[in-house]
């Protein structure tokens, strides 16, 4: 049994400490979709937090054949996607850095590379505020979490063949709108 499904089985058992440990795992993950999806830190910050709380409190009905992963990022995109919905305005530019792994910290970039990649976030951003909040989620899902279609599909509780469909029509919107972008032409 790996650590993951021990501290699942803790955790369905009422161990709090257990829970920690998996919200410490996936804090990373959890906010960087929200964050990708909200376009803001603040609201991405209380998206990750309601997330584990709905988590926490719907753990017994979580189903342990089913992907801890998955489940948790299911719960997350839901909730972005119902606040996205709610707020019916323009999405924010990017602001903030997203989360960097700890890995990565050790070798940090110059000033050149760091305003370079914040230009490349801002722009990746603001395509990503032309899609539905439903095709962002599977954009995000696939291209930043690598999930498969069948991941995707469970997650956002979609048919395979909805989420091909949705992918592809995201791809064809963001590449139309990257044409038509002379600064980040190749």
Known sequence: MTDEADW???????????????????????????????????????????????????LRSYDPQRAFRSWLLSIASHYCIDRLRRRRITWLPLEDELAIPDRLTTNIPGPETLVARREREEHVQGLLAELSPTDRAAITLRYWYDCSYEEIAETLDLTVSAVKSRLHRARRTLAGTMQGDTAYAV
């Open 8 to 58: 699942i089985k803790m955790a369905r058992a009422g161990d709090q400490s257990a829970f920690g440990r998996l919200v410490v795992a996936y804090q990373t993950p959890v906010y960087n979709l929200a964050y990708r999806m909200l376009g803001n830190a603040a609201e991405a910050e209380e998206a990750a937090q309601e997330t584990f709380l709905r988590a926490y409190t719907h």
